[in-house]
């Protein structure tokens, strides 16, 4: 294991990756467990990942990716998914946090009320939500892909309609991301240079 600040820093998009290079199903399952790490608002975990690894399902996927060579090239291409409605399932997820006595029952009333509260009738926030939990995921994946000695390629050049037909979303779900991972093949460009932290940050 090397150390965040070193993974966050050497992590670069790849383009090109060793099509022999094959990803076990316990592999994948492992990155995705550190990818389950990441936070989201109210812990709704509204998020699910569909890895593509047969040759097949990536070239099908590739064809609605506008034929990124990336998404078949790679080990695992994964579909990161945005859940709209995650915030319905609060109650069954939280509910171990009041078995084990580390809430109490007015906590977890106002966690769930809270929660329905601010998402049930804002199908704007709703979406927003989706989005910026699988995105957060998706670094998540980013970063322990690259602590795995691998590398990875997040991709929002496909056509949504045909990934969500592909992998067969529901209607409450967004195809949010795609992010390749796999092995490095030779020619992948450099760490690319990033803008003066002063035009980026403001401390007030
Ligand atoms: C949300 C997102 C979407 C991206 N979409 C694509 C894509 O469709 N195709 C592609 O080749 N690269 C894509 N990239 C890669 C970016 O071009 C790359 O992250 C950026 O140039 C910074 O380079 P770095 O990742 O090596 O630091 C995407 C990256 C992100 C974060």
């Known amino acids: 294991m090397t150390d965040a600040l070193t993974i966050i820093k050497s992590r670069t998009s790849a383009n090109n990756f060793d099509p022999t290079h094959v990803m076990t199903a316990a592999e994948i399952e492992e990155l995705v467990s550190y990818a389950q790490e990441t936070p989201t608002s109210f812990n709704q975990q509204n998020w699910r990942i569909v890895a593509v690894s047969s040759a097949d399902r990536k070239a099908a996927l590739k064809a609605v990716a506008y034929g990124q060579a990336k998404v078949s090239d790679a080990a695992v291409c994964f579909v990161l998914v945005g859940i709209k409605d995650g915030y319905k399932e609060l109650g069954r997820l939280v509910k171990p946090l009041l078995e084990a006595g580390a809430i109490d029952q007015a906590a977890y009333d106002g966690w769930i009320g809270m929660a329905n509260g601010m998402y049930a009738e804002n199908t704007q926030l709703q979406h927003d939500e989706a989005i910026r939990s699988a ?70």
């Not at 390629?153 to 992998?167: L, R, S, T, Y």
């Not at 460009?189 to 035009?199: D, I, M, T, Y």
């Open 135 to 204: 995105s957060m995921v998706a670094m998540t994946l980013m970063l322990a892909a690259q602590d795995k000695g691998l590398v990875s390629g997040a991709m929002i050049g496909f056509d949504p309609a045909g990934v969500a037909k592909e992998v067969g979303l529901g209607a409450n779900e967004l195809p949010v991301m795609l992010v390749s991972v796999g092995r490095a093949a030779p020619g992948n460009w450099p760490r690319k240079p990033r803008r003066a932290v002063s035009e980026q940050l403001k401390i007030v």
